[in-house]
């Protein structure tokens, strides 16, 4: 997963590193992938359960898939709307951070829909992007800080005693009754097991026929002048994405940075994102399209710098729903992830959702 891949430059950091230890030969629960889900899973199962060993391995850096990338927009709604008993999910994302005394900067005022016709009356975003873009509808909704996100799950878990692995990519898994997972030196026994490795490892996880993985990108611009923001309509601080195409989102950041995001590289195959350069090819066309979309939007825009480039994975299942249930090949195996570019808020409420069905506490939904 390592490989010669360049995906840019974030305007954040993840401030947490796993101190090295050595592999446990068995564990009672095993948690694979280090992104928004792993962490939370991890963290809240050790809550819950103490007297259980909890190990999460991580193929790269915490953080080093989606939501090391992300945008960090905070939506309630899955990608694919309403799903029955989804739960109000920003309400509990709050909670669980709140309750793991995770600081991620979380701010929820409401994010505004944009289309290209009825527009609010007084919609305040009105740009010019393939006709008249406006703000239609405000939804709940908000933004946090990735970095912050991931660090602060990484030490909730580590305060509560996860076994926490860097580095460690899980390559192989065999089920039977308990699962082997095999590592490039170690084959370790976990009695459970959560598949969070999202747009990766989808033989693995059991969704190769399910989901597929593309990568996205996302501009962040020179800190605005409250002036500008203002002329721009984002003077309230709230998000927004279209609900028709050309698809564009955005946030504001702490510093008056711009967050635009919009461009997907299909891949053929997850193994792609690898190797995945986005200064090369299809992703540096993407971006100079981007860039141009975004100094086109509106004139207090024009001559705005660029400072930050990346791009990361999302995977995608072909209904737009979330992948949550037992893995195909075993009960003891959960698979969580493909959230479908709405991962922000949900990846943290269903990890702790399938932390509380691994201790046999709360059914898995019903969303095949
Ligand atoms: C540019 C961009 C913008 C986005 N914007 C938004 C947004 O504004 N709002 C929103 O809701 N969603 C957004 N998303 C989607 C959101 O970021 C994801 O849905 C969410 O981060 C998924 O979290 P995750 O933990 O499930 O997956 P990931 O963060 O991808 O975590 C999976 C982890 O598993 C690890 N892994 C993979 N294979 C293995 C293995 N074999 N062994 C061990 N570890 C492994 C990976 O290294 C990775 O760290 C965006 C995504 C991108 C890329």
């Keep these: 997963m390592s490989g010669n891949k360049n995906?840019?430059?974030?305007?954040?950091?993840?401030?947490?590193r796993a101190t090295p230890r050595p592999l446990p030969a068995a564990m009672d629960f095993a948690v694979v992938g280090g992104g928004f889900t792993g962490l939370a899973a991890a963290a809240w199962l050790k809550r819950l359960a103490p007297e259980k060993s909890v190990a999460l391995f991580e193929a790269g850096q915490f953080g080093a898939g989606s939501s090391g990338y992300t945008g960090g927009v905070a939506l309630?709604?899955?990608?694919?709307?309403?799903?029955?008993?989804?739960?109000?999910?920003?309400?509990?994302?709050?909670?669980?951070?709140?309750?793991?005394?995770?600081?991620?900067?979380?701010?929820?005022?409401?994010?505004?829909?944009?289309?290209?016709?009825?527009?609010?009356?007084?919609?305040?975003?009105?740009?010019?992007?393939?006709?008249?873009?406006?703000?239609?509808?405000?939804?709940?909704?908000?933004t946090i800080n990735p970095g912050k996100v991931l660090s602060g799950l990484a030490r909730a878990a580590e305060r509560a005693g996860v076994?926490?692995?860097?580095?460690?990519?899980?390559?192989?898994?065999?089920?039977?009754?308990?699962?082997e997972l095999r590592t490039k030196n170690s084959a370790l026994q976990a009695g459970k097991v959560l598949f969070a490795t999202n747009a990766f490892a989808l033989e693995m996880a059991?969704?190769?026929?399910?989901?597929?993985?593309?990568?996205?990108?996302?501009?962040?611009?020179?800190?605005?002048t409250d002036a500008q923001l203002r002329e721009i309509g984002l003077a309230e601080r709230k998000p927004f994405y279209t609900v028709d195409l050309p698809y564009l989102w955005g946030r504001l950041l702490a510093g008056n940075q711009v967050?635009?995001?919009?461009?997907?590289?299909?891949?053929?195959?997850?193994?792609?994102?690898?190797?995945?350069?986005?200064?090369?090819?299809?992703?540096?066309?993407?971006?100079?399209?981007?860039?141009?979309?975004?100094?086109?939007?509106?004139?207090?825009?024009?001559?705005?710098?660029?400072?930050?480039?990346?791009?990361?994975?999302?995977?995608?299942?072909?209904?737009?729903?979330?992948?949550?249930?037992?893995?195909?090949?075993?009960?003891?195996?959960?698979?969580?992830?493909?959230?479908?570019g709405h991962g922000v808020a949900q990846s943290v409420y269903l990890g702790c959702w399938a932390a509380e069905a691994i201790l046999g506490r709360k059914a898995l939904p019903n969303w095949k």
Excluded at 7 to 14: A, H, L
Aim: hydrophobic residues 40%; aromatic residues 10%; contains cysteine.
């Design 206 to 224: 059991g969704l190769r026929e399910r989901a597929g993985s593309a990568f996205t990108l996302a501009v962040a611009t020179q800190p605005l």
């Design 76 to 142: 309630a709604e899955s990608a694919a709307g309403e799903l029955p008993g989804l739960g109000d999910v920003l309400g509990r994302y709050q909670k669980i951070l709140r309750e793991l005394e995770v600081d991620g900067e979380v701010s929820l005022p409401g994010a505004y829909e944009l289309g290209r016709s009825a527009p609010l009356a007084n919609a305040p975003i009105r740009w010019k992007d393939s006709g008249d873009l406006c703000a239609v509808k405000e939804v709940p909704g908000g």
């Design 163 to 179: 076994m926490l692995f860097e580095d460690c990519g899980v390559e192989e898994a065999v089920f039977a009754g308990q699962v």
């Design 7 to 16: 995906w840019g430059k974030r305007p954040w950091t993840v401030e947490f």
């Design 259 to 340: 967050i635009f995001g919009s461009g997907l590289v299909f891949l053929q195959d997850w193994r792609e994102l690898g190797t995945l350069d986005i200064e090369h090819g299809e992703a540096a066309e993407l971006f100079e399209q981007l860039e141009r979309r975004v100094h086109g939007l509106h004139p207090a825009l024009k001559d705005v710098e660029i400072t930050h480039r990346w791009g990361g994975p999302i995977c995608m299942t072909w209904e737009w729903k979330p992948v949550f249930e037992r893995h195909p090949e075993s009960e003891n195996a959960i698979v969580l992830g493909a959230y479908s």
